[in-house]
Structures are given as structure tokens and as C-alpha cells.
């Protein structure tokens, strides 16, 4: 069993839906949780970042974390063709002085206009 | 300010050779790492770095070495190229050890 599990999708919505996109993890260990976006032939670019259970915001974007359920979401709001790419959740936990990633193997999402 | 670069971008090897990827932060970050990104696998840690001369290993390290010689550049190397390592490879950097890491654009390496 992986320690993060995403659901790969691939996720294809309508511009201006609700987007949900999940992760599971087994590792109760993870401190910090984290969506990183990612275009196609490019790097990661994070997204979110926060590092307790409830909800963070930040403009059309909620990351939800509940830790007793080892459970993230990742909620788009008003989604746009600008919006498609894939979503990665990742967690850490230290290892040896440095807080590694632990990724899960993406959401690729599509938004038609 | 370029943030992460790699070098190269593509490469093509046969089995047997070895080649080594740079990986270059302007941003003055202490950390620094490698992954592998493959379909259905996701990004696995490879090494990664607490800092100038100092190197460890991360998830899937067999087959590659790594120096970091300056705080700037993080070098991957394959010593005996497999085609297990086709695959795109990421540098990555961060300031404090933790979630928030920044990315290079990747190289592509097919290994025939």
C-alpha cells in the first residue's frame, strides 16, 4: 500500500464548476500537507500549504485537512480553462533533518470553456 | 532571479553510459533534492541535501550518486545508465527543510 493515495482522474469539468479533488495517506506521522500544481512539461508549483486540521483559503482555492481521518481535499471554486493541469498532494514528515515529501501520483484535471 | 534551473533539458543514453544532471538555486536555499517522476508512480525522492557538503538518501536512491559542493548546485549522476531510469527527473530547493519546495522545469532522459 502506497502511503498517499490520490485518485489519477483523469477529471474533466465544465468552466465555472466545483472542483474536488482528494488524498488519503496511512502515515499518521505526516505534520504538513501540501497541493502543488503542475502543467504539462513543466515543474510543481505549490499551491497550498498548511500544516493542521480544518480549512484554509485562498481566493478560489480551500485545502481541507482532517487528520483523524487521514483525509485532504483540495475544493476549486469557479474554475477556469487556466485551471487545467495536474494536482498533486503531497505530505512530509522529518527524515534526517529535513522534512521530506511524500507525493501522491496526481489529478490531472481539465476544464472545457 | 531564475529560481531553479536544470541542465539539460533532454538526453538520450544507451545503456551502460553514464551522464550527470546539474541543478542550479539562486535563491540561497540551504535544502536541496532530487526526484523521479514516472506515470502511475508519481515524484519519489531519489537524495537530497541539508546543505552545503552534506548529502543523504531519499526513497529510491540505488543507481545514482549525488554531490552538493556548493550551496547553489546539486549534481545527479548515473553512473551505469539502466533503461529502469528513463524517466523525468526534478530539482527541487527550499529555504527551511520543509513542505515548501520549488521546482526546476525537469530533464527528460530516455535510456535505450
Known amino acids: 500500500q502506497k502511503e498517499v493515495e490520490q485518485d489519477p482522474g483523469p477529471l474533466s469539468v465544465p468552466e465555472g464548476a466545483i472542483v474536488s479533488l482528494n488524498c488519503t495517506y496511512s502515515n499518521s506521522a505526516f505534520q504538513y500537507f501540501m497541493w502543488y500544481r503542475q502543467y504539462s512539461r513543466k515543474g510543481p508549483e505549490l499551491l497550498m500549504y498548511t500544516y493542521s486540521s480544518g480549512n484554509k483559503e485562498d481566493g478560489r482555492f480551500t485545502a481541507q485537512v482532517d487528520k483523524s481521518s487521514k483525509y485532504i481535499s483540495l475544493f476549486i471554486r469557479d474554475s477556469q480553462p487556466s485551471d487545467s493541469a495536474t494536482y498533486l498532494c503531497?505530505?512530509?514528515?522529518?527524515?534526517?533533518?529535513?522534512?521530506?515529501?511524500?507525493f501522491g501520483t496526481g489529478t490531472r484535471l481539465t476544464v472545457i470553456p | 532571479n531564475a529560481g531553479v534551473t536544470q541542465t539539460p533539458k533532454f538526453r538520450v543514453l544507451k545503456t551502460g553510459q553514464s551522464m550527470t544532471l546539474l541543478c542550479a538555486q539562486d535563491m540561497n536555499h540551504e535544502y536541496m533534492y532530487w526526484y523521479r517522476q514516472d506515470p502511475g508512480m508519481g515524484l519519489r525522492l531519489i537524495h537530497y541535501?541539508?546543505?552545503?557538503?552534506?548529502?543523504a538518501k531519499g526513497e529510491v536512491p540505488d543507481g545514482y550518486n549525488v554531490s552538493r559542493l556548493k550551496k547553489q548546485n546539486f549534481l545527479l549522476g548515473l553512473e551505469s545508465a539502466a533503461p529502469s531510469q528513463t524517466s523525468v527527473y526534478f530539482c527541487?530547493?527550499?529555504?527551511?527543510?520543509?513542505?515548501?519546495?520549488?521546482f526546476g522545469p525537469g530533464t527528460r532522459l530516455t535510456v535505450t
Open positions: 503531497a505530505m512530509s514528515v522529518r527524515q534526517t533533518g529535513a522534512n521530506n515529501l511524500f
Open positions: 541535501s541539508v546543505g552545503e557538503g552534506t548529502t
Open positions: 527541487a530547493s527550499s529555504y527551511g527543510g520543509g513542505g515548501e519546495q520549488y
